[in-house]
């Protein structure tokens, strides 16, 4: 099994800076590609940006040249840093990750969510 704990948010002025870590830990092979989503109230969930094991990134054009995705692939773990926050960018951020448990099983795996809430 596969377990991904996420920290780091938490409440942020506009304008602001949050910095997201998602660690997996578990029986790993090899992770392909970690990202982050976000699901705000009433909204479905949606991509806010994702890493391959290369280092190749993708963002969602709301959060391009505000947001930075890294990752360290020797501790599983991926990061978000998050600048200039906007109240729209409120919602339930999850870590995700594309994980071979095996050298013929591969999953899905999801963290538990933390939220991040951007108000004055």
């Known amino acids: 099994q596969v377990q991904l704990v996420e920290s780091g948010g938490g409440l942020v002025q506009p304008g602001g800076s949050l910095r997201l870590s998602c660690a997996a830990s578990g029986s790993i092979f090899s992770i392909y590609v970690m990202g982050w989503y976000r699901q705000a109230p009433g909204k479905q969930r949606e991509l806010v940006a994702a890493?391959?094991?290369?280092?190749?990134?993708n963002y969602a054009d709301s959060v391009k040249g505000r947001f930075t995705i890294s990752r360290d692939n020797a501790k599983n773990t991926v990061f978000l840093q998050m600048n200039s926050l906007k109240p729209e960018d409120t919602a339930l951020y999850y870590c995700n990750a594309d994980v071979r448990t095996t050298v013929t099983r591969r999953g899905d795996y999801w963290g538990q969510g933390t939220q991040v809430t951007v108000s004055s």
């Open positions: 890493i391959t094991s290369g280092g190749s990134t």
